[in-house]
Nanobody, 121 residues
């Protein structure tokens, strides 16, 4: 599976961005698909995932502000980010995997190239 993330950019605190992740093949019911982020000097951090069952998991830090969704017809996944904070600044990656440990980067086999999100204060 090839993944391509897009939609990053520069936004002021309190603003919104929508990230997209295009997959080269069907992912629904086959792969858990999720978003991670990595800030400079920090480890890659779990953001959200949609399990192959359709259930959704969010990191506590983004719960209530971010919404993950997928469009099965387009083999695409999205991350709607609202009420952005400077601490959300990072490179955001989409990923696909099958492990039940959905919040761990090691659970994902395929990764997109990343898209930069910068939130100014």
């Amino acid at each position: 599976v090839q993944l391509q993330a897009s939609g990053g950019g520069l936004v002021q605190a309190g603003g919104s961005l929508r990230l997209s992740c295009a997959a080269s093949e069907r992912t629904s019911s086959i792969w858990n698909v999720g978003w991670f982020r990595q800030a400079p000097g920090k480890e890659r951090e779990f953001v959200a995932t949609i399990r192959m069952s359709g259930s959704i998991v969010y990191a506590d830090s983004v719960k209530g502000r971010f919404t993950i969704s997928r469009d099965n017809a387009k083999n695409a996944m999205y991350l709607q980010m609202n009420s952005l904070k400077p601490e959300d600044t990072a490179v955001y990656y989409c990923a696909a995997g099958r492990s039940v440990r959905v919040s761990e980067p090691s659970a994902y086999v395929y990764w997109g190239q990343g898209t930069q999100v910068t939130v100014s204060s």
